[in-house]
Every structure is written in C-alpha cells, then in structure tokens.
C-alpha cells in the first residue's frame, strides 16, 4: 500500500468531485465520471470479491482476512450515483479491521427507482443475510456514507421495528434529512444546487419528512450503537450535529468523531490517503468490537480529530 500526500490526493480528487457532482450534468454522465475516479484507489492484494445477490440486488461481498460476522454497507452519492465498485477498496479496509464480510449493496437509485427503492432493497439485503447466509442481526452492521448513511439509519429503524435490530452502525457524514437546505453553498465534495437536485430526485411525491427518507425527523429510540464520522468544516455538519444530538436524547450510545483531516465521505479514500486508511481502520475497529465483543479501551483511536461519546 502507497499512500499518496494529501495536496497530490486533493488534487487528483477536486476534479472528479466538480464535475461528477454536479448539478446541470446529466445523471447518465455523473455515474460516468464518479465511476472512472474509483481506477485510481485499487483495493488491497488479498481483498476476495464474490458477486452475489441480496434482497434480490447484485451485491459484492468483499473480505480480506477471515470474520465471522457481517457489515452491509450503503455507499453514498445522494441516491443518484454510487455503486459497490466504487466503494470496494473501503470495504476491503473494513473487512480487515472489522474482521467481518462486507456486503457492499446495489441498491436502486432515482431518478430510475424512487423512494422508498433504496430503503426497500436494504431492509430486503438484511433479511436475505439472516434468513440465507446464517447471521444473526445482532452479528450484522449497518454502514453507509452520506445518502448511505441516512440509509442505513431509516434502515435500522424498520428492522428494529421489525425484531431484527443490526449490532452496530457506522455513519459516515450521513445525510439524515435531504429536505434541508439551510446549509452553506459548499464544501470540498458537495453544494446546495447538487444535493437539491438529488433529493428531488429520489423523493419524487413523497412527504418529505417521512422518517424512511429524512430519519433525523423519525423515531431514535432503541437503535443500536453508533459511531458517527465527519469533517469539521463539512457542508452537512450543522445537520449531524443535530442527528446526534437527537440521538443521545433517544437514549442512543453515540460516539462521534469530528475530523480535521479527512473530508467528506472521504474514508472511500482509504488506501490513497494515510489519513483516510487510519479513520477507516478506527471505524472497523468499532465494528470488530460492537459485533464480536471486547475492551473498547482497544478502541483504535484515529487521530487528526475529536473523538465524543
């Protein structure tokens, strides 16, 4: 593994980043352009990727090294763009630290399959694993970044609703109400006119503050641990803040950790960037010890940040 300095990987990822994330682009060519960035970040020598099938969706299930439990992970890209290729280096690292099988999920995406697509093909993906591939859900974590992350939260909540609670969740700058645009213009990965576009997208006529679409709006209680990442100058701070706010208030045990180093969604750049591989280590760290048990003293601790909770 060749980690690349930070100003060569901000420099090689700001364009991908302006131009697939872009508002007036076509969707077409956004999945185009967001796909062609992955090329760069190969995953590790020894990642083993099977291409399966979950809840009736392609999905890979990537491991390098063995586990016994599971992490279904929900990549981002504001339900518009997105795949389990893009996503397959993290998901190699996640396996390593977590030492679990990450089922990266091909969910639905708008404008094709509006809401509540995505959430369908999740809580179906979770079933599959508990019913079809022998995990029990408490051995089984949710993960997601960004729309992902927002995912695998409304996710938690029906499964929780349903007796099927997941051991732990990972949010990664989630976006937990893609309704609001009290936000500033933009940060290094996103803007405003980007995200409007895809929440319109994907909410279709849909209540906007229905909790399977905006979770930050539904019910907390009783979901399981989570570890919540961002950056500290991210668009969507204020938003998280207030997600984990409402969460402890739930009753939630939430650690946060708030990065100076690694910026939005950008643990897919784990592999690429020292600082990027060692924030996707402590969130498989968390995994590791939520899903099989242990000292959270052993807790890999990141650093270029505060850690929370």
Known sequence: MVHLPRPVVRALSAPAYRLGLAERRSVRAQRLITELSCRLNPAPSGTRVEHIVLGGRPAEATALGAGRSAVLYLHGGGYVVGSPRMYRTLAAHLS???????????YRL????RFPAALEDT???????????GYQPGQIALAGDSAGGGLAVAAARVLTDEGMRPGALALLSPWTDPADQDLPERDFVVNVGWGRRCSELYLGQADPSDPGFAPLHGRLHGLPPMLVHYHAEEMLRAQIGRFIAAARAAGVDVREFESARVWHSGHVLA???RDATDEARSVGDFLRLQLTGGDRAAEHRAAGGTYRG
């Open 271 to 273: 592999g690429l960037l």
């Open 96 to 106: 390593r630290a977590a030492a679990a099988v990450v089922y990266n999920l091909d």
């Open 110 to 113: 708008a404008p094709e399959h």
């Open 123 to 133: 809580v179906a993906a979770f079933g599959d694993l508990v019913r079809h591939h």
